[in-house]
C-alpha cells in the first residue's frame, strides 16, 4: 500500500491547509489519545498534568507535529529520511508500534473536526496511507 | 466459517485493548471477591456520564446521512471492503460511491443496527446474536472490517460535531463502538 503520486500530491495540498494550525491539531490528538486509549498514558508518568490544555501536552503535541510535518517534506523516501526518528523511537522512548496507529487515528479525528470541508473520502484515505507510511518508517529500526 | 477467525488489523487494535483495559480497572475489586468469574461473562458497566454521552450522539445523528457518508468513505479509504457489495453497481471511484443509492440505503440499515444497540445498552451481547451469526455464516464478512466501518464512523461524527466531540464524548462513543463490535465477533467459530 505504497504512496502514489497522487497521494503525495493530496497530502501536500492537505498539509500546506492544515500547517497553520498543526500546534493545535498536535495537542488535540495527544489529548485525545491520551482520554480515549489511556493506556498511552504509561508512556508519560514523567509529566505532572496529563489533561488537555497542560504545558507538557501542548509542548509534545507541537514536536510531534513537527515530526509530522518534516516526514510531509520527505515524503518521497520516508524510510531514510526518518531514519534518526526511527532511532529516536526505537532505541530511547521504545514505543510500541502499536500506538502509531492509535495517534494517527486521532490525529484524523481532529482534522475532520478543524477541517471538515477539506477532509474529503480521497483526502481522508491520502493522509490514512501516508499517516500509516509515516509509522512504518517509523518502525523501521525496532528489530 | 469453520476457523477461528482472527485479523490482524482487529487484534492490534487500540479499541480492544482500550475496552480490556478499561473493564479490568474498574472491575479489580469484583474479581477479588469472585475469582471464578470469567471476564468475559461480566456485564459491561457504563457510567452515567458514558449513557449521556453515547445517547447525544445518536441525537446528532440522521441516519441516512450520516449512515451514508460512513458507509462511503469505509469502501473509499479501504476499497478491499469493497469486495461485500459486489452487487451494488457502480463502485468504481469516490464520487461514484459517494453517490450511489445502494451505498446511501445500506448505510441507513447500518446505523438503525446500531440503534438497537443504544436500547439496549446493557445487554448488547445477547441483542446481537442474530446479526453476529448473520454476518458470520450468511455474509461471511471478516470481522477487521467491523473496526473500519467503526472508525469511519467515528470520523463522519467528528467532521458534524466538531469540537462538541469532545475527548471524554470520543471516548465513551468509541467504548460503545468496540463493545457492539466484540457482539458482532462473538458468533465466529
Not at chain 1, 505504497?2 to 489529548?31: E, F, N, R
Request: charged share 20%; proline share 4%; aromatic share 10%.
Amino acid at each position: 500500500m505504497s504512496l502514489t503520486a497522487k497521494d503525495k500530491a493530496a497530502d501536500k495540498a492537505l498539509w500546506a491547509k492544515i500547517s497553520g494550525k498543526a500546534d493545535d491539531i498536535g495537542h488535540d490528538a495527544l489529548s485525545r489519545m491520551l482520554a480515549v486509549y489511556p493506556q498511552t498514558k504509561t508512556y508519560f508518568s514523567h509529566w505532572k498534568d496529563l489533561s488537555p490544555g497542560s504545558a507538557p501536552v501542548r509542548k509534545h503535541g507541537k514536536t510531534v507535529m513537527t515530526g509530522v510535518g518534516e516526514a510531509v517534506s520527505k515524503i518521497d523516501d520516508l524510510t531514510n529520511g526518518l531514519l534518526s526518528l526511527s532511532e529516536l523511537h526505537a532505541f530511547r522512548l521504545r514505543v510500541d508500534p502499536t500506538n502509531f496507529k492509535i495517534l494517527s487515528h486521532n490525529i484524523l479525528v481532529v482534522l475532520a473536526i478543524l477541517f471538515p470541508t477539506d477532509f474529503t473520502p480521497e483526502a481522508h484515505v491520502a493522509m490514512d496511507k501516508f499517516l500509516s507510511a509515516l509509522s512504518l518508517a517509523l518502525s523501521e529500526k525496532y528489530r | 466459517m469453520n476457523s477461528v477467525y482472527r485479523s490482524t488489523a482487529a487484534f492490534s487494535s487500540g479499541l480492544n485493548r482500550s475496552a480490556r483495559y478499561t473493564w479490568a480497572a474498574t472491575n479489580q475489586s469484583y474479581l477479588n471477591i469472585c475469582p471464578a468469574v470469567k471476564p468475559q461473562d461480566t456485564m459491561v458497566q457504563w457510567t452515567a456520564d458514558e449513557r449521556a454521552a453515547i445517547q447525544g450522539v445518536f441525537a446528532t445523528l440522521d441516519y441516512e446521512s450520516v449512515g451514508r457518508e460512513s458507509l462511503a468513505r469505509c469502501l473509499v479509504v479501504y476499497p478491499w471492503t469493497q469486495r461485500y457489495f459486489g452487487g451494488f453497481g457502480n463502485l468504481y471511484n469516490a464520487e461514484a460511491i459517494m453517490a450511489n443509492p445502494k451505498v446511501a440505503a445500506h448505510g441507513t440499515v447500518v446505523l438503525q443496527g446500531l440503534e438497537k444497540a443504544l436500547k439496549n445498552m446493557d445487554d448488547i451481547k445477547n441483542t446481537y446474536t442474530t446479526l453476529s451469526e448473520l454476518h458470520s455464516e450468511k455474509l461471511l464478512v471478516d470481522p477487521g472490517n467491523f473496526q473500519l466501518l467503526a472508525d469511519c464512523l467515528t470520523m463522519v461524527i467528528a467532521k458534524r460535531m466538531r469540537t462538541e466531540f469532545t475527548p471524554d464524548i470520543q471516548a465513551a462513543w468509541q467504548k460503545f463502538l468496540s463493545v457492539v463490535i466484540s457482539a458482532l465477533r462473538r458468533q465466529y467459530h
